[in-house]
Every structure is written in C-alpha cells, then in structure tokens.
C-alpha cells in the first residue's frame, strides 16, 4: 500500500494496554483507530472510513458479539472484515463468532506474525 492510502484498522478492546501494544504493532503500515468499547466503536464506523476491525470479545456493557451483531445489522459496517481477539479457545466461541459476522479469530495474547498476515489477508 502506498502512504497516499493507508487501510483503517479499527482496534476495540476495554484493555489499554492492548490498545496500545496493537495500535504500535500497525501503526507503520495501517491507520488505527481505537475505541475501548463497543458503542464508541459503532459510532466511529458510523462517522469515518474503516477498512477492518479487530474486535475483543470480553468487553462490559456491550461484548465482541453484540457489537458485531449490530455493525454488520447496519449498512456502513455490513461489509467491513471483523477480525475477533479474545482469549476464548472455545469452538463455540468461534461458532457464536462466525454465526454475528466474524472472518476470523485471533488468539490472545497475539502473535505479531500472525496478526500481520490476516489483517493483510482480510483487506485484500
């Protein structure tokens, strides 16, 4: 990608320092955003361009598959990938996951590696 346009990656997550420690892990190839929960998240896509979003599960007030069910229920957020972090290991998790919109899981704590090859993979 050309610095002229960068993908938005939009980071939720109720923990700051995984906000951070994502935020500096794609700040030199991607744009982030972050929200530190699920409203703040929807109201972002609703005003701004986001190409993806890495999405935690776990989170108070609105959980990962609450605000995934909402996002792709409205059209601005309908066709964005949501990529869910969590520390769950369960397959019903996963199921639950796929079943609200999701493409694809990543395990906490993240592997850099892995986090770089599916972002890049879901922007395609």
Same mark, same amino acid.
């Given at each position: ?18 906000? $951070? ?37 776990? $989170? ?65």
């Amino acid at each position: 990608m050309n610095s002229i346009h960068r993908a938005t990656v939009l980071i939720v997550d109720d923990t700051p320092d995984n906000l $951070m420690l994502l935020s500096n892990l794609l700040k030199d190839k991607y744009a982030t955003k972050v929200a530190t929960n699920g409203a703040t998240a929807l109201q972002i896509v609703a005003s701004s361009k986001v190409d993806l979003i890495l999405l935690d599960i776990m $989170m108070p007030e609105m959980d990962g598959i609450e605000t995934c069910r909402r996002l792709k229920a409205n059209p601005a957020g309908a066709l964005i990938p949501v990529l869910f972090l969590t520390a769950k290991s369960l397959q019903e998790d996963e199921a639950l996951g796929r079943s609200v919109g999701a493409v694809d899981f990543l395990r906490k704590p993240v592997n850099p590696d892995l986090l770089f090859a599916r972002v890049a993979a879901h922007l395609k």
